[in-house]
T-cell receptor, first 117, second 114 residues
Framework: ETGVTQTPRHLVMGMTNKKSLKCEQH?????MYWYKQSAKKPLELMFV???????ENNSVPSRFSPECPNSSHLFLHLHTLQPEDSALYLC????????????????FGPGTRLTVL | AQSVTQLDSQVPVFEEAPVELRCNYS??????LFWYVQYPNQGLQLLLK??????LVESINGFEAEFNKSQTSFHLRKPSVHISDTAEYFC????????????FGKGTKLTVNP
């Protein structure tokens, strides 16, 4: 595997289910990100991890719970979601901003298309 | 803080026609600028970036963008598009502080018709 991978690619869940999204990066990066992509809206940054430590939580509801066990893996645990949470969830990674010459080039995975019924 | 405006949500063009996708940004500090492309059912891929130096930057597949500081713009152009250029294009900006996050525009859906 190369780059950034995400599983599953598609997920349908009910509002009472618990599920997890997985992201893995094979680029030697140390920062990882979760984004939400909804139709006709800009990408919404949800969470940022630098060296496994959460450095940003962009006012995300607690029904989304991230986990970063190491610099290569990132999870997003989902529970009691709402239909408006249906979206494409994108994971990205980069070298820690400030270490790569000062700019933040992020590499994205293919995303998980989530549908909440 | 930064913001990005992509005025055109959809741009339809015919194959081999020129195209310009507009991007304007606002920022109180100096910035880095990026264009990402998203093909159907895929994640975002970096198309090109402006960091410093020449204000005209080019990608390997014929796209170019010009940083215009006075107009706070970073428009993306291609002189002759192909069907395979059909995708959504996102402009993004980050501050030069080094630890600042990327801020994306809403995207422009480019559709190239035969």
């Amino acid at each position: 595997e190369t780059g950034v991978t995400q599983t599953p690619r598609h997920l349908v869940m009910g509002m009472t289910n618990k599920k997890s999204l997985k992201c893995e990066q094979h680029l030697g990066h140390n920062a990882m990100y979760w984004y939400k992509q909804s139709a006709k809206k800009p990408l919404e940054l949800m969470f940022v991890y630098n060296f496994k430590e959460q450095t940003e939580n962009n006012s995300v509801p607690s029904r989304f719970s991230p986990e970063c066990p190491n610099s290569s893996h990132l999870f997003l645990h989902l529970h009691t979601l709402q239909p408006e949470d249906s979206a494409l969830y994108l994971c990205a990674s980069s070298l820690r901003p400030g270490l790569a010459g000062g700019y933040n080039e992020q590499f994205f995975g293919p995303g998980t298309r989530l549908t909440v019924l | 803080a930064q913001s990005v405006t992509q005025l055109d949500s959809q741009v339809p063009v015919f194959e081999e026609a020129p195209v310009e996708l507009r991007c304007n940004y606002s920022s109180s500090v100096s910035v880095y600028l990026f264009w990402y492309v998203q093909y159907p059912n895929q994640g975002l891929q970096l198309l090109l970036k402006y960091l410093s130096g020449s204000t005209l930057v080019e990608s390997i597949n014929g796209f170019e963008a010009e940083f215009n500081k006075s107009q706070t713009s970073f428009h993306l152009r291609k002189p002759s598009v192909h069907i395979s250029d059909t995708a959504e294009y996102f402009c993004a900006v980050s501050g030069r502080g080094g630890s600042e996050k990327l801020v994306f525009g809403k995207g422009t859906k480019l559709t190239v018709n035969p």
